[in-house]
């Protein structure tokens, strides 16, 4: 049984305004479609919006009723004008900060529409846990096996950044091109990541984690999310902490959207380097 998370972000750059005017469509790679899954289930873990200006009304609406309640506006959940510093300075307002999940069904699709006001910039984002998607072998790991692994601890600095196009991924770059550290051959587990400068999303793609896109928010409200994936897991009691093997550092790549224009965050990940290969 292939365990996989997948982060999915949706956006829409100058929206229209008005209510539920907007309908945001996935980024670049990324698909507002439930993944035909097998045996087990799938469900929404975490879910983050930004309106970088205005307060805002987001409709998440799937076609099952068991997922979302109705065709009607389904899930709604709100923005509010003013956040944190300033208005728009939230960059990520978690959806489901705390244990509530959404059940997801095999092939459903996801519609997002939002309230908001002409000329914003509109970005959800959200991770779906998979118990059985064929193709993806992901390794992942729990606080107590990663501690028990744990040979030292590092923080390597990855310097990608966001695209012109507001909400969308920026240029992917490698886990290795800016601060390439990491020991040969050695398995290592993100414990999370610090910024420089808030975004919504920092997302990675890699070998070991099937291919998947995989990911945190990293706005105002989450600035330190250096142990985010371990916090998620002790929260959760799962092995949601993701390792990958430095061997394929160079197939590691990083990628932020925002809905700022090209912000460039300087992500400084935590890792812990690991004695062996940890079990899902």
Not at 10 to 15: D, G, L
Not at 85 to 96: I, M, S, Y
């Amino acid at each position: 049984m292939p365990y996989a998370q997948v982060l999915t972000v949706a956006s829409k750059a100058n929206a229209t305004g008005g209510t539920f005017a907007d309908a945001l469509t996935a980024n670049t790679g990324d698909s507002l479609s439930v993944a035909n899954f097998d045996s087990g289930g799938a469900k929404v873990l975490e879910a983050w919006v930004n309106d970088d200006t205005s307060a805002a009304e987001f409709s998440f609406v799937w076609t099952r009723p068991e997922a979302s309640h109705d065709q009607s506006r389904g899930i709604r959940s709100s923005v509010a004008g003013v956040q944190g510093p300033g208005a728009g300075k939230t960059q990520a307002f978690n959806v489901l900060p705390g244990a509530a999940t959404v059940k997801l069904f095999k092939s459903d699709t996801l519609t997002i529409n939002v309230s908001s006001t002409a000329a914003d910039n509109l970005m959800a984002a959200w991770v779906t846990e998979y118990d059985d998607l064929p193709g993806s072998s992901a390794t992942f790991t729990n606080p107590d096996q990663a501690s028990a692994l744990r040979k030292s601890t590092v923080g390597i600095r990855v310097s990608a950044t966001g695209s012109a196009t507001r909400g969308a991924y920026g240029t992917s770059r490698a886990f290795n091109a800016d601060d390439d550290r990491l020991h040969a051959n050695t398995w290592y587990a993100i414990l999370g990541c610090s910024v420089q400068v808030i975004v919504n999303t920092v997302a990675l793609i890699g070998p070991d984690w099937g291919g998947q896109r995989i990911g945190l928010p990293a706005g105002y409200l989450q600035a330190a999310s250096t142990t985010y994936f371990l916090d998620q897991s002790i929260k959760w009691g799962k092995s949601l902490i993701p390792c990958f093997n430095s061997n394929n550092k160079g197939s590691v790549l990083v990628s932020v959207a925002d809905t700022a224009n090209a912000p460039s965050p300087q992500i400084d990940f935590l890792l812990y380097e690991l004695t062996g290969m940890p079990g899902v």
